[in-house]
């Protein structure tokens, strides 16, 4: 059993001696997006901090509980906050909470980030489906020992973002009147924005939206055969494309102001989701 699998395990551990709760679906609010989970009918909540050596944001901005609750009657836990590679984590501590939701009994994730636009008419306040990713820039979560208890050695990742996954936040979008932009999401290291030299870089290599977060946890939620569904919210044009300097002040305020639509578009995802 190797060290990655046994932290996993103690914290799974810490979990189920505290919460008593099997989710359906488990969500990932990014950057400013986090007062979502407060907005659900909630049944408990649990600090990271409250779970032996789980990892825990340092980045303002983000809160660092789990919230346990119903959404449109479907049972979800929600991460209110989640670590960053930049922050000085391993890979293996970034998507441990998202391997820890899954042994929770969540087969469905949605993740959400804050992301610079890149994507030929995007616009700061649009919401983007995440159809594919690029996660090259960073190490892959996987890098290790397999732990075949989680997942295959060689993981496909054809199909990352499920396809009834995206029709229905199409359709949730659609019936809500909510413009949806879709493209490719690729995850930078940060915690710098990028260079406009970068964002030109990205775009020739295939992207529509550039973050900080998101692809890694992606493929080790793949790696568990977890259905994923990704949305990006826009909060700025990516560095470059417009002449203002980029902060991330300016990133949560964008965030904030598009808090209202991103919970209906949620809600009205899940409830669907909970519906199939
Ligand atoms: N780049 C990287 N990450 C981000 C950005 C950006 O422009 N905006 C919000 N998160």
């Not at 959400?112 to 700061?124: S, Y």
């Not at 919210?233 to 808090?259: F, Q, W, Y």
């Amino acid at each position: 059993m190797t060290d990655t699998y046994q932290k996993l395990q103690a914290c799974y551990q810490s979990f189920s001696e505290k919460i008593h709760f099997l989710p359906a679906v488990a969500l990932v609010l990014g950057s400013g997006l986090g007062d979502f989970a407060d907005s659900i009918q909630m049944e408990a909540t649990l600090d990271y901090r409250e779970i032996e050596n789980f990892p825990v944001s340092t980045v303002s901005g983000h809160r660092g509980r789990f919230v346990f609750g119903y959404i449109g009657g479907t049972p979800v836990v929600i991460m209110q906050g989640r670590v960053h590679y930049y922050e000085g984590y391993s890979m293996e501590d970034v998507v441990l909470p998202i391997r820890l939701m899954r042994l929770m009994g969540a087969e469905t994730l949605i993740l959400t980030n804050a992301a610079g636009g890149i994507g030929a008419g995007f616009h700061a306040g649009d919401f983007m489906l995440i159809t594919d990713q690029i996660s090259s820039f960073v190490p892959s979560p996987l890098i290790g020992p397999n732990m075949d208890e989680l997942g295959t050695r060689f993981p496909d990742m054809t199909h990352i973002y499920d396809a009834d996954l995206c029709r229905i936040a199409r359709e949730t979008a659609a019936s809500l009147g909510i413009t949806l932009q879709e493209g490719v999401y690729l995850q930078m290291s940060g915690p710098a924005y990028e260079s406009p030299a970068e964002v030109r870089m990205c775009r020739a290599v295939g992207a529509d939206a550039v973050g900080m977060s998101t692809a890694c946890e992606a493929v080790a939620a793949r790696h568990m055969g977890m259905r994923i569904c990704g949305i990006s919210c826009i909060s700025n044009l990516a560095s470059g494309l417009t002449d203002k300097p980029l902060s991330h002040e300016e990133v949560k305020e964008a965030s904030d102001r598009m808090a209202p639509r991103f919970a209906a578009l949620l809600t009205g995802m899940v409830s669907r989701i909970g519906g199939q």
